[in-house]
């Protein structure tokens, strides 16, 4: 080698190595790698019964503090001992959260250890187990297991949900995951289960790829939402598996992080979901305004309600699209929103209540709310099989406009003994839960629907409230092709 060509690349190295870099320095998964920091280096330890919320930290700090790197969950040589059990960590920006394979990260089931409210001032609706604020190039990998713990916190097991403990001001239910203002934010190929109020949920984020993730909550454990994106923006979902007795995947915009502004520019695709409650659901928190989604190749099983659009607020939803999708009904009991919708879009008021929660949900100082508008929804290439049909509803003509379903068929069938001849509208101001007939398609006070392609057809087992393919009540203007 050339001498000069030697030395000045001796001098490169040089300066490199006395700006802190290393052979190591790589960025992966949106997190800059310089350094492994191993939870057990920092005290640490996976018995399943100690709390590890301190040395976790240590090792999370001092990986921050250093610049950034990849905080380490490993397991031991024999397979055993591998749980490490936690209360709540604050996670921090330019680093990757890596759980090894055969590795658990459990909650702590004791409730005390949780007091950091996921909404701010209102502290009814549950706590922070893994959370971060203001954090930047943050990921979670690896193919361990973060575990909620969710069932610890629940009360009596009933037919088909957990009774709720009753508590005086603070829920001590921890969400598994809260990201509060992140950017450049990577999921990746985790397995999260049991947890004990939401999973994932990001607010006021943007720049987030959540892929590969396995997500499976205890299907009686209510509030269990899988992934809520609250506020956020630019946001791609894929190749997913969630199961969750609330929502799998929920878009909105919660009054208790206005300022973060609207959820826009989504996407998701290719995942499997099941839900007794909503699948896929807009709302029903909207304060602001959710636009430009689309949801593709997706297959909905065994859910209550398959696609929800649920306004109660003034925000509006707008420019949405599903298309190329599956789903697959059925009915449970009232514990749980929804009728068997295979697909619903309505937008009523939110209801008055003396819910615990009752006084976060309007804007300051209004005992009452109003409704925004949703236009522009398009429903694409669907197949349904449910014990009900397609509801779409307003308060009044102009809060629904320009529904388009193209290629939709709707088979109906009675596969339960729930009770059905039933429209579930919760929370609304109105009635909420509203008799009728069963039909393919129902259509109460909307601007314009436009129905192409579309096809209704019946089951073996029909009961007397089974009605017409087509309902139709104040439509404005209807375009049956």
């Known amino acids: 080698m050339n001498r000069k060509y030697s030395q000045g690349i001796k001098i490169i190295l040089a300066v490199l190595l006395m700006s802190g870099w290393t052979l190591q320095n790589t960025r992966a998964n949106g997190a800059v790698q310089k350094h492994v920091y191993n939870v057990r280096e920092y005290g640490a330890v996976s018995d399943g019964k100690t709390d590890n919320a301190l040395a976790i930290q240590k090792a999370i700090d001092a990986c921050s503090k250093a610049g950034g790197g990849q905080v380490l969950f490993d397991g031991t040589d024999s397979g055993m001992g591998n749980i490490f059990m936690t209360g709540h960590i ?3 920006s330019n680093f990757d959260l890596h759980i090894n394979g055969g590795v658990r990260l459990q909650a702590n089931p004791d409730p005390k250890v949780y007091t950091l409210s996921a909404f701010r001032a209102n502290k009814a609706e549950g706590t922070m187990w893994i959370s971060g604020e203001h954090i930047k190039n943050f990921s979670i ?9 969710g069932v610890s916190f629940m009360g009596a097991e009933l037919d088909d949900s957990y009774a709720l403990k ?5 829920d001590p ?5 809260t990201l509060i203002d992140g ?9 999260i289960v049991n947890a004990a109020y939401w999973t994932i949920h990001l607010v006021g984020c943007g720049d987030v790829v959540i892929s590969g993730v396995s997500l499976i909550n205890n299907l009686k454990v209510r509030n269990s939402d899988g992934i809520d994106i609250d506020h956020s923006k630019n946001v791609r979902i894929s190749d997913c598996h969630i199961e969750s007795g609330d929502d799998c995947i929920c878009l909105k915009n919660r009054r208790e992080y206005a300022n973060f502004g ?16 909503c699948a896929i659901k807009i709302g029903s928190e909207n304060m602001d305004t959710i636009r430009n989604v689309v949801f593709n190749n997706c297959i909905i099983s065994n859910s209550n309600r398959g696609i929800g659009i649920q306004n109660r ?8 699209l599903f298309s190329n999708m599956i789903i697959e009904g059925r009915l449970f009991s009232d514990v749980w929103w929804g009728k068997a919708e295979p697909i619903y879009v309505t937008a009523y008021r939110r209801a008055m209540s003396t819910n615990k929660d009752a006084s976060m949900r309007f804007p300051d100082g209004a005992l009452q709310g109003r409704v925004g508008k949703i236009c522009n929804i398009y429903f694409t290439n669907i197949k349904c099989n449910s014990e009900n049909g397609v509801y779409v509803s307003g308060e009044s003509l102009d809060k629904i406009d320009n529904i388009v379903f193209d290629n939709v ?5 009675k596969t339960t003994t729930f009770p059905g001849g039933i429209y579930d509208r919760r929370p609304a101001e109105v009635e909420g839960f509203v008799k009728g007939k069963t039909a393919g398609f129902y259509f109460d006070r909307a601007g314009k629907i436009t129905v192409r392609n579309c096809s209704v057809t019946w089951g073996e087992h029909k009961p007397a409230y089974y009605g017409d393919s087509l309902y139709q009540n104040k439509v404005r203007r209807l375009i049956w092709k």
């Open 313 to 320: 607020d003034e925000g509006v939803v707008e420019n949405v």
């Open 166 to 170: 009753p508590f005086e001001e603070v």
């Open 173 to 177: 239910r921890p969400h598994v995951l």
């Open 183 to 191: 950017q450049n934010i990577r999921i990746h190929n985790v397995q």
């Open 90 to 92: 604050t996670v921090k």
């Open 262 to 277: 609207r959820c826009e520019n989504i996407t998701v695709a290719n995942c499997l979901l099941t839900s007794r409650s």
């Open 141 to 149: 990998t690896g193919k361990g297991i973060i575990d909620g713990n």
């Open 409 to 413: 068929d709707v088979h109906i069938d």
